[in-house]
């Protein structure tokens, strides 16, 4: 897992609060994509980005999440008014080209109280 | 709707022997798999893949399965180490993207 940092590792939130994570990929990869961990279950996919753009958000809830991969700086992914369901492992992943094996981050566990 | 299946949510082996881990898919789009290993506290590494024009992929002591007309996949370690205990999941894409299809996972033991 070495390359793609995540943070922060942890996360603890209350309620109608927001929460930003963050991801920068490995060195010279400009795909990224965020997948969501729920608890015993397997991770599901979220968004999609290369830099500056949303290639495909169709895995993300309309309302309250929103993902950006800046021309400068990492990835973030912003859920704004948090709920408990929200609480979850999000793992963001980068490749150097669109369909090359992903390398994952080691996640954030984002609890929600 | 979960399109990847994984039964049998944990195995047991004795070190030495084989583990044989199972995924089952609906999708009839899905041409790419793949398998990941995931330990505690850290996110999912990739173990090996296979396109939907193969039937077998091997590496090392990895070896994935694919029969499309059953829509099942399986990855065999062998021989299994002490190392390989992790939790194992399958992953599908359609024309090899890399917005993957999850199964919930099995957890593996190998017993020294």
């Known amino acids: 897992n070495a390359g793609v940092m995540q943070n922060p590792r942890h996360l603890v939130r209350r309620r109608g609060q927001e929460a930003r994570l963050r991801c920068s990929p490995m060195?010279?990869?400009?795909?990224v994509y965020w997948y969501r961990q729920l608890p015993e279950e397997g991770l599901k996919f979220m968004v999609y980005?290369?830099?500056?753009?949303?290639?495909?958000e169709s895995g993300m809830p309309k309302e309250r999440f929103s993902a950006e991969f800046p021309k400068e700086g990492p990835s973030i992914l912003r859920i704004q008014q948090v709920v408990r369901g929200d609480s979850a492992a999000y793992f963001c992943?980068?490749?150097?080209?669109?369909?090359?094996?992903?390398?994952f981050g080691n996640g954030t566990r984002l609890t929600v109280t | 709707d979960q399109q990847v299946k994984q039964n049998s949510p944990s195995l047991s082996v004795q070190e030495g022997r084989i583990s044989i881990l199972n995924c089952d898919y609906t999708n009839s789009m899905f041409d790419y798999f793949l398998w990941y290993k995931k330990y505690p506290a850290e996110g999912p590494t990739f173990l090996i893949s296979i396109s939907s024009i193969k039937d077998k992929n091997e590496d090392g002591r990895f070896t994935v399965f694919l029969n499309k007309s059953a829509k099942h996949l399986s990855l065999h370690i062998v021989p299994s180490q002490p190392g390989d205990s992790a939790v194992y999941f399958c992953?599908?894409?359609?024309?090899?993207?890399?917005?993957?299809?999850f199964g919930k996972g099995n957890q593996v033991v190998v017993i020294p």
């Open positions: 060195k010279g990869h400009s795909h």
């Open positions: 992943a980068s490749s150097d080209y669109g369909n090359s094996p992903l390398h």
């Open positions: 980005l290369q830099k500056e753009n949303i290639i495909d």
């Open positions: 992953a599908a894409s359609a024309r090899g993207n890399n917005r993957l299809a």
